[in-house]
């Protein structure tokens, strides 16, 4: 007997369900599916609900989006294979599930990399983010808005971890990535790649002792419940891409594609002002529960980072890449 993963079985049910959208849809108009791991009322997923409003409003209802939350079509990794497949039409991730995939991806998430956040805006608005963009269309995926995700730092349950010293021999929860694991090991922590859903059972039964994200996740995953300490080590501040299924997107004629990308873009604005509110919210509710905020010595850690660049940006392409948007 086959055993499914809960994955496994949001998948199968996912397409199992496309011929039943697919008849309604030809019946009654279009409706695109949209998966994220967070849960309702997150930034991410009212920026694509506003971006869902201004296409049902812009195609007189023809052409619905519908919002899928907290992780009810699976993890990121797999609503990313399901969106480069069909399954599904859009998935909000972060950028390390494509690192493996989309190699400028990679660029994306190195330490200390983006100045602060008006510098990633800015990079991420211009030029070189159409560039990053179209890179992931040989993938399967169109990569419709980027939206923010904060700067990441490290939560944990032992002890703070201002100093790099602190965090050595800790277990740290890291996102499926080879960069990621890589990051953990240069500041002396012990790697763990776990799956989202999967970081609160593993703080509270010790599988591991911290975990690394941005204010608000950490706020709404209720991690502050069992990692008390929350360091601003602020070592990474990148972007999270909001990616079409490119079987879906070429299903679709021009002025539909248009109106989407059009919408798209408008969302990004709404989804930015709605983070900026959320991490002041969640900075006071941690705290408010218990959770100490405190200050790393970020040039002790970025020190330790630069192994990262000497093993992972070694191509041309990827060199010239992190170049142009350090001088962005």
């Given at each position: 007997m086959?055993?499914?993963?809960?994955?496994?079985?949001?998948?199968?049910?996912?397409?199992?369900?496309?011929?039943?959208?697919?008849?309604?849809?030809?019946?009654?108009?279009?409706?695109l599916r949209a998966a994220d791991i967070h849960p309702d009322g997150y930034p991410?997923?009212?920026?694509?609900?506003?971006?869902?409003?201004?296409?049902?409003?812009?195609?007189?209802?023809?052409?619905?989006?519908?919002?899928?939350?907290?992780?009810?079509?699976?993890?990121e990794k797999d609503t990313l294979e399901q969106t480069r497949f069909g399954v599904i039409d859009f998935t909000r991730v972060n950028t390390a599930p494509l690192n493996n995939l989309v190699p400028a991806t990679i660029a994306l998430g190195l330490p200390f990399l983006f100045r602060d956040t008006a510098h990633m805006?800015?990079?991420?608005?211009?030029p070189l983010g159409e560039e990053i963009g179209r890179d992931t269309t040989s993938y399967g995926l169109v990569t419709m808005a980027y939206y923010d995700s904060g700067a990441r730092s490290f939560y944990t349950k032992p002890r703070s971890v201002q100093e790099p010293d602190a965090?050595?021999?800790?277990?740290i929860r890291v996102q499926q990535s080879d960069m990621w694991v890589a990051l953990m090991r240069a500041f002396g922590a012990n790697a763990t790649p776990l799956p989202f859903g999967e970081v609160y059972s593993a703080l509270q039964t010790g599988v591991v002792d911290g975990a690394e994200n941005n204010e608000p996740t950490y706020f709404t995953s209720r991690h502050f419940e069992v990692a008390?300490?929350?360091?601003?080590?602020?070592?990474?501040?990148?972007?999270?891409?909001?990616?079409?299924?490119?079987?879906?997107?070429?299903?679709?004629?021009?002025?539909?594609?248009?109106?989407?990308?059009?919408?798209?873009?408008?969302?990004?604005?709404h989804m930015r002002k709605l983070w900026t509110a959320m991490e002041e919210e969640a900075r006071a509710k941690v705290v408010a529960g218990g959770a100490q905020i405190l200050d790393a010595d970020k040039a002790a850690y970025e020190k330790l980072s630069q192994p990262i660049y000497d093993q992972f940006v070694k191509d041309a392409k990827l060199?010239?890449?992190?170049?142009?948007?350090?001088?962005a």
């Amino acid at each position: 007997m086959t055993v499914l993963t809960p994955s496994r079985r949001a998948l199968l049910a996912a397409t199992l369900a496309t011929p039943w959208i697919a008849n309604r849809a030809a019946a009654q108009g279009i409706t695109l599916r949209a998966a994220d791991i967070h849960p309702d009322g997150y930034p991410t997923i009212e920026g694509v609900k506003f971006m869902g409003k201004l296409v049902e409003e812009r195609t007189g209802g023809r052409i619905r989006i519908q919002m899928f939350h907290s992780r009810q079509l699976g993890e990121e990794k797999d609503t990313l294979e399901q969106t480069r497949f069909g399954v599904i039409d859009f998935t909000r991730v972060n950028t390390a599930p494509l690192n493996n995939l989309v190699p400028a991806t990679i660029a994306l998430g190195l330490p200390f990399l983006f100045r602060d956040t008006a510098h990633m805006h800015k990079v991420m608005d211009g030029p070189l983010g159409e560039e990053i963009g179209r890179d992931t269309t040989s993938y399967g995926l169109v990569t419709m808005a980027y939206y923010d995700s904060g700067a990441r730092s490290f939560y944990t349950k032992p002890r703070s971890v201002q100093e790099p010293d602190a965090l050595k021999g800790l277990k740290i929860r890291v996102q499926q990535s080879d960069m990621w694991v890589a990051l953990m090991r240069a500041f002396g922590a012990n790697a763990t790649p776990l799956p989202f859903g999967e970081v609160y059972s593993a703080l509270q039964t010790g599988v591991v002792d911290g975990a690394e994200n941005n204010e608000p996740t950490y706020f709404t995953s209720r991690h502050f419940e069992v990692a008390k300490f929350y360091t601003r080590t602020e070592h990474s501040n990148s972007p999270e891409i909001l990616a079409m299924s490119k079987r879906s997107y070429d299903k679709l004629a021009k002025p539909d594609q248009e109106i989407l990308r059009q919408a798209a873009k408008e969302s990004v604005p709404h989804m930015r002002k709605l983070w900026t509110a959320m991490e002041e919210e969640a900075r006071a509710k941690v705290v408010a529960g218990g959770a100490q905020i405190l200050d790393a010595d970020k040039a002790a850690y970025e020190k330790l980072s630069q192994p990262i660049y000497d093993q992972f940006v070694k191509d041309a392409k990827l060199k010239s890449l992190v170049e142009r948007i350090r001088a962005a």
